[in-house]
């Protein structure tokens, strides 16, 4: 297959950590007093009509974010939120889109491996298109900082996912759903979006809640937003009759240095 869904631009992963830098350092909006920064995140995108994978949309740290997460110091990074994230008192309201079709919603912290880092993560119930996000960080109803930036939602089919992996190791996982189990004369093939002829196994793994599930592996060169299209294909017969091929799965990644 290897047709390319959508052209992409590349960049190499030495260009893209210094994109990344300078982007961070551009979006230090707090002052020192706050104890805090507001920073982006690379390759910001997420798939339309998914709204219950979370995706990771800014992280905040410093001094401030310790002080908060006082259960880390306790009983270590998986003991949850301490402080008063817990009480709900500090809060990063998230706005997809402007005007009368934004949508608000309170995005979600997760810890990470230091005490003064919090991930922010949120949903997106938006079409395909591109749209200014926006951030807000408050405690105690007192506004914090705000973090404007741009998210790209990207198409897919009711039966794709929005997937993530690094460049130069290997994505091995779900790239989409089918709903019956192939037939005999039935295949599978997965254009992966970069232009490569990739001739990897796809395999189907029927799931407890009666989804068939389409597994795959492939190693991405460069970062960057690609489609994953998964065909099926029903052979001819004998007499010649030529194949019919469906386009079945249509699922987004985000491929980054890191």
């Excluded at 297959?1 to 960049?11: H, P, S, T, V």
């Excluded at 309170?106 to 949903?123: A, E, P």
């Excluded at 793994?205 to 299209?229: C, L, Q, R, W």
Aim: net charge negative.
């Amino acid at each position: 297959m290897g047709r390319l869904f959508n052209r992409l631009a590349k960049q190499s992963c030495g260009r893209e950590s210094r994109a990344i830098f300078e982007s961070l350092e551009n979006c230090r909006l707090l002052s020192a007093s706050a104890g805090m920064t507001l920073h982006r995140v690379a390759h910001l995108s997420a798939v339309q009509g998914q709204p219950l994978d979370s995706i990771e949309i800014a992280t905040v740290s410093g001094p401030a974010i310790a002080a908060l997460n006082s259960n880390y110091a306790e009983a270590g990074p998986n003991a949850g939120l301490g402080g008063s994230l817990d009480n709900g008192q500090f809060v990063a309201n998230v706005q997809w889109g402007a005007g009368k079709s934004a949508v608000h919603l309170n995005g979600v912290f997760s810890t990470t491996g230091s005490q003064d880092t919090l991930t922010i993560s949120s949903n997106n119930y938006l079409v395909a298109g591109h749209y200014p996000l926006r951030v807000a960080l408050s405690d105690n109803g007192k506004t914090l900082a705000t973090l404007n930036e741009r998210v790209t939602i990207l198409p897919r089919t009711t039966n794709g996912l929005a997937l993530h992996a690094v460049a130069g190791k290997p994505f091995t996982g779900t790239v989409g759903f089918i709903t019956s189990p192939l037939q005999s004369d039935q295949t599978l093939n997965i254009d992966w979006g970069d232009r490569t002829n990739d001739p990897s196994s796809v395999q189907t793994v029927s799931e407890s809640n009666g989804e068939i599930a389409v597994e795959a592996s492939h190693t991405y060169a460069t970062p960057g937003k690609y489609i994953i299209t998964v065909y099926l294909v029903t052979l001819g017969t004998p007499h010649g009759a030529a194949d019919e091929i469906s386009r079945e799965i249509v699922s987004a990644i985000t491929v980054s240095c890191r």
